[in-house]
């Protein structure tokens, strides 16, 4: 299944990271989102959404750019990182996903290493993810819902 990943990752690399570990050894194409405005998706069987999280949302970017993209017949998903994953920050970018002619077929997320703001003055928190464990998650999210 061809599948296009549109990505903003911190300057961590929390979510481009998770990303390479999905995209390995499938047919997975990572676009940052500047290519994704020039990038023709009518080729593309499913098409992730993915971002580190700002503000407890998706980057403002993604959000519009799920919003413009013709999602129609589409396999479509989210993939996030964030500091403390205790909430489903993906559930604005998933409205606007699932009130499209498409089939959502969930969303990825696990933590990610975090200095914003007072975290910074800590040393950050979650340290040490993603992990081995958080990218064996990912690579069972991909192979289980895009096969």
């Known amino acids: 299944m061809k599948t296009a990943i549109i990505y903003v990752s911190s300057h961590h690399g929390n979510t481009k ?3 390479d570990v999905m995209a390995y050894s499938n047919d997975i194409d990572l676009l940052k989102i500047s290519e994704a405005k020039k ?13 580190g ?3 407890h949302k998706f980057h403002k ?13 589409k396999k479509v998903f989210t993939v996030y990182t964030c500091g403390i ?7 604005g970018i ?13 969303g990825f997320s696990c933590r990610g290493y975090d200095t914003y703001g007072f975290f910074e003055k800590i ?3 979650a340290k040490n993810h993603p992990n081995e464990k958080d990218f064996r998650k990912a690579r069972e999210f991909i192979k289980n819902n895009l096969r």
Do not use: P
């Open 17 to 19: 990271k998770v990303l």
């Open 39 to 51: 990038t023709d998706f009518s080729v593309y069987d499913a098409i992730g959404f993915a971002s």
């Open 53 to 55: 999280i700002y503000f």
């Open 61 to 73: 970017g993604i959000e519009k750019l799920a919003s413009e993209i013709d999602l129609t017949g």
């Open 85 to 91: 994953n205790y909430i489903n920050y993906a559930r």
């Open 94 to 106: 998933q409205k606007t996903i699932r009130s499209q002619d498409c089939e959502f077929i969930g």
């Open 123 to 125: 040393g950050g928190i």
